[in-house]
């Protein structure tokens, strides 16, 4: 018997020297292992596996998209993989194009898609057949309302927050007086402008808010000549217009020009979402006073890490998944708040522009 035990405190002892030492695994090596878990729950994804994506925006042609491509090409270097093909429609066929290039997506041995809806819900039925063929769909910037089909969605701020920032802005620009104010969104199809300004008219109910009266909300397609016409409407129609309110980049600079070819800047104000380099002559003249926004070169960035980690099978689409994002640092998978069912990583946050700060 005392020559058992001896053996077992000798065998313990060695187990002990060699985790102390480090022998076997390593202790954290900054790399997921094969069931994708890290110490502490948070993965950290091992590049260089089989990866063929496509990074699908509303439609080319716009700046932002551009600048989530570049954020896209960037992670796709650090994981050592073949960057996304940047697909997408033109303006005027966003809806029927999208829907054709996910449709095909399924046939062409294409591991994600990682999609900016602009269809609603009518992109369902090609995400499900991607789906069904081991394709991985994950929407960013504007998500698939029902989630039916998506793996998850990577929102760049919090979609109720972006009414209340909107209607903060609206607010400082017309003071306690108040006025009129109308919206000039992108498209009427658009799942994230519409959350957005449902968001916007939830905020307004507060009374704070009491005397800002929105008139009404006109569509430009993110089209910069047919925003600026519909601006020039929204003023046509509204003699006492005070404000026009464009959560869309293009929107918001071709309502700001409108205003200020017609000499309007002193009468009727412009706010919204924009990017800084297009709307800092405005802000400086005093057209467009304030407006805000988010990096979309992060935000295409941590969208290649996501659906990457989702395609290679490194995390799973489960609420509490915890994951790290390259430069980004960590993230957490959780259920989207915003809609009645679907997940999202919530990227944020808003950045506040006005002269102080948009040079």
């Not at 700046?63 to 429609?89: I, M, S, Y």
């Not at 519909?230 to 071709?254: F, R």
């Not at 003249?285 to 890490?305: I, M, Q, R």
């Not at 989207?336 to 999202?344: A, M």
Request: net charge neutral; with cysteine.
């Amino acid at each position: 018997m005392k020559t058992g035990r001896k053996l077992l405190v000798g065998v313990i002892g060695l187990a002990l020297v060699a985790a102390a030492c480090g022998g076997g695994e390593p202790a954290s090596t900054g790399t997921t292992q094969a069931g994708g878990a890290q110490a502490g729950g948070v993965v950290t994804f091992q590049g260089g596996r089989a990866f063929k994506s496509i990074l699908l925006p509303k439609f080319t042609g716009v700046a932002v998209f551009d600048q989530a491509n570049q954020g896209a090409k960037e992670a796709a270097n650090e994981l050592g993989v073949t960057a996304a093909q940047f697909l997408g429609p033109t303006a005027d066929n966003s809806v029927a194009g999208q829907i054709e290039i996910v449709t095909n997506a399924a046939t062409q041995g294409v591991n994600a898609v990682m999609i900016s809806n602009n269809a609603g819900d009518q992109i369902e039925p090609a995400v499900n057949a991607a789906v069904q063929a081991k394709v991985t769909v994950v929407s960013w910037d504007s998500p698939i309302p029902s989630a039916k089909g998506e793996s998850v969605f990577v929102a760049q701020v919090d979609f109720d927050e972006t009414g209340t920032v909107m209607a903060d802005m609206a607010l400082d620009i017309l003071g306690a007086a108040g006025g009129k104010f109308a919206i000039l969104s992108a498209s009427p199809d658009a799942a994230n402008q519409n959350a957005w300004i449902n968001a916007m008219k939830e905020a307004l109910k507060d009374p704070k808010y009491a005397k800002l009266e929105l008139v009404g909300t006109v569509y430009g397609n993110d089209e910069s000549e047919k925003s600026y016409n519909e601006a020039l409407g929204l003023v046509d129609k509204n003699p006492d217009l005070k404000l026009i309110m464009a959560p869309t980049t293009v929107g918001i600079a071709a309502a700001a020009k409108a205003m200020q070819d017609e000499r309007l800047c002193a009468k009727v104000k412009v706010s919204g979402l924009g990017l800084p380099d297009e709307m800092k002559a405005y802000t400086q003249n005093g057209c467009a006073p304030k407006f805000a926004l988010w990096s979309f070169v992060d935000l295409g960035y941590l969208t290649f890490y996501v659906t990457y980690g989702l395609a290679t099978g490194q995390i799973k689409a489960t609420e509490g998944t915890k994951f790290k994002a390259g430069r980004m640092g960590e993230y957490t998978i959780e259920k989207d708040p915003t809609r009645s069912s679907g997940l999202r990583v919530l990227m944020g946050p808003f950045t506040k522009y006005d002269k102080s700060n948009v040079g």
